[in-house]
C-alpha cells in the first residue's frame, strides 16, 4: 500500500508499567507479533481504551491519502478528498519523527515519535525501519482486533 512505512500486529503486555502519570493518559508496552519489534506508545485512554492482552493492528504511514500522494496533514473529516486510510482504523494521530538511534549497521535501531506530546518509541531491526527520517511528519492508525 503506497505511503506506508510500517504495518504490523502487537499485543498489548503491560499498561503503565511506572505507574499512571496522567489521567487521560496511558503508556502502553507492546510487542509485534510478525517482526518482533517492541513499541511503547502513549495513548489517549479517555477516547481509545485499551486492557492488557489487547490486540491491535498499527500502521505508520506518511499520508492518508490510498494512492500514496503527499497530503498537507489536515485531515479532512467530510471526505472530500476520496476515501482515506483512517477510514478503515479506529485510532488516529499525526505526529511528528523526533530521533532515530542506532544505524544501519546495528543489531536494533529506535524511531522515536511525538504525537502532541503523547510519545512513542518503536524499536526493532533496521530491515523494517526504513524511510523514516528525523523531522518528517507520520500517521499512526489502530484498530483493535477481535479474536
Same mark, same amino acid.
Given at each position: 500500500?503506497?505511503?506506508?512505512?510500517?504495518?504490523?500486529?502487537?499485543?498489548?503486555?503491560?499498561?503503565?508499567?511506572?505507574?499512571?502519570?496522567?489521567?487521560?493518559?496511558?503508556?502502553?508496552?507492546?510487542?509485534?507479533?510478525?517482526?518482533?519489534?517492541? +513499541?511503547?506508545?502513549?495513548?489517549?485512554?479517555?477516547?481509545?481504551?485499551?486492557?492488557?492482552?489487547?490486540?491491535?493492528?498499527?500502521?505508520?504511514?506518511?499520508?492518508?491519502?490510498?494512492?500514496?500522494?503527499?497530503?498537507?496533514?489536515?485531515?479532512?473529516?467530510?471526505?472530500?478528498?476520496?476515501?482515506?486510510?483512517?477510514?478503515?482504523?479506529?485510532?488516529?494521530?499525526?505526529?511528528?519523527?523526533?530521533?532515530?538511534?542506532?544505524?544501519?549497521?546495528?543489531?536494533?535501531?529506535?524511531?522515536?515519535?511525538?504525537?502532541?506530546?503523547?510519545?512513542?518509541?518503536?524499536?526493532?531491526?533496521?530491515?523494517? +525501519?526504513?524511510?523514516?527520517?528525523?523531522?518528517?511528519?507520520?500517521?499512526?492508525?489502530?484498530?483493535?482486533?477481535?479474536?
Amino acid at each position: 500500500m503506497a505511503g506506508v512505512l510500517f504495518e504490523d500486529i502487537f499485543d498489548v503486555k503491560d499498561i503503565d508499567p511506572d505507574g499512571k502519570k496522567f489521567h487521560r493518559v496511558s503508556r502502553l508496552i507492546c510487542d509485534s507479533e510478525s517482526f518482533k519489534m517492541e +513499541l511503547i506508545l502513549d495513548i489517549n485512554s479517555q477516547l481509545y481504551p485499551v486492557d492488557g492482552g489487547d490486540k491491535f493492528r498499527l500502521m505508520l504511514a506518511s499520508t492518508l491519502r490510498e494512492d500514496g500522494v503527499a497530503d498537507d496533514g489536515e485531515y479532512n473529516p467530510l471526505g472530500i478528498n476520496g476515501p482515506n486510510k483512517a477510514d478503515n482504523f479506529e485510532y488516529v494521530m499525526y505526529g511528528k519523527i523526533y530521533r532515530l538511534e542506532g544505524d544501519e549497521d546495528s543489531a536494533r535501531i529506535a524511531v522515536y515519535i511525538s504525537y502532541g506530546g503523547l510519545l512513542m518509541r518503536l524499536q526493532g531491526d533496521p530491515n523494517n +525501519l526504513q524511510g523514516f527520517s528525523v523531522d518528517n511528519h507520520v500517521y499512526l492508525l489502530i484498530k483493535k482486533l477481535s479474536y
